[in-house]
Nanobody
Framework: VQLQASGGGLVQAGDSLRLSCAAS????????LGWFRQAPGKEREFVAA????????FYADSVKGRFTISANNAKDTVYLQMNRLKPTDTAVYYC?????????????????????WGQGTLVTVSS
């Protein structure tokens, strides 16, 4: 499984961006795909995830109501629509896939539940 994240860039506070994560070598019929981020000098944190089957959605409290995760199963691509961006959203964003296993809800935000990681895309939000 290979994951390719894209869509990052430099924007101003209040702007929007859409990140994409294209997967090759698998189809989104089971397991989960998550977005994580890591700001300079900080630990990696969970942002959002989608879990199959059922397309269950999960969000960190810090992005709930501003970010939306979605999937295009036909394209094996997952998106992260980010609205009303804040300077605190500045980070490298990574997508990660769990593979065939379906993480339980309590572990959906745990990076160790994900086996495959993309290379990251930088999002910079200026004030």
């Amino acid at each position: 499984v290979q994951l390719q994240a894209s869509g990052g860039g430099l924007v101003q506070a209040g702007d929007s961006l859409r990140l994409s994560c294209a997967a090759s070598g698998r189809t989104f019929r089971s397991g989960a795909l998550g977005w994580f981020r890591q700001a300079p000098g900080k630990e990696r944190e969970f942002v959002a995830a989608i879990r199959w089957p059922g397309s269950n959605l999960f969000y960190a409290d810090s992005v709930k109501g501003r970010f939306t995760i979605s999937a295009n199963n036909a394209k094996d691509t997952v998106y992260l629509q980010m609205n009303r961006l804040k300077p605190t959203d500045t980070a490298v964003y990574y997508c990660a896939a769990s593979g065939a296993s379906r993480p339980i809800i309590s572990s959906i935000s745990d990076g160790t539940a994900y086996l495959y990681w993309g290379q990251g895309t930088l999002v910079t939000v200026s004030s």
